[in-house]
């Protein structure tokens, strides 16, 4: 069967929809690496629900592709899936073995903002 631009679209709305997913429901790799030591159960979570939500998507785009193209939302959207989620078991991996300091701070007000974790105030502090 000869390939179309129905092939090449499939794909890629596939393999864009999952980094869409993706970026949707997580932090970067990049703020997981950074901050896996403080948060990586939690990262992780949204990861694999990200993943399982990546996985409908594929399936539904594979269920309603025209016969005969149905591998490419399929092949788009697995790619991107085992890249992503690649990228963020590595990041974690990366952060757990970092000597870095993470760029949260927990429990402890930081003397530039004045706040515990994000977005609360330090205890005694007023505004």
């Not at 790619?79 to 760029?103: H, P, R």
């Amino acid at each position: 069967m000869a390939r179309t631009e129905t092939d090449a679209a499939l794909f890629g709305i596939s393999y864009l929809g999952i980094k869409d997913i993706f970026s949707t429901d997580n932090s970067s790799p990049q703020t997981t690496e950074i901050n896996a030591k403080h948060r990586a159960p939690t990262l992780m979570k949204w990861v694999n629900f990200a993943s399982i939500e990546s996985l409908g998507l594929v399936a539904l785009l594979t269920m309603t592709a025209p016969p005969g193209h149905k591998r490419w939302p399929l092949l788009g959207g697995l790619t991107s899936l085992v890249v992503t989620y690649g990228m963020y078991i590595y990041a974690k991996a990366c952060g757990l073995k970092s000597i870095e300091d993470g760029t949260e701070t927990w429990g402890a007000s930081t003397p530039k903002t004045g706040r515990d974790a994000p977005g609360r105030p330090a205890r005694g502090v007023t505004r």
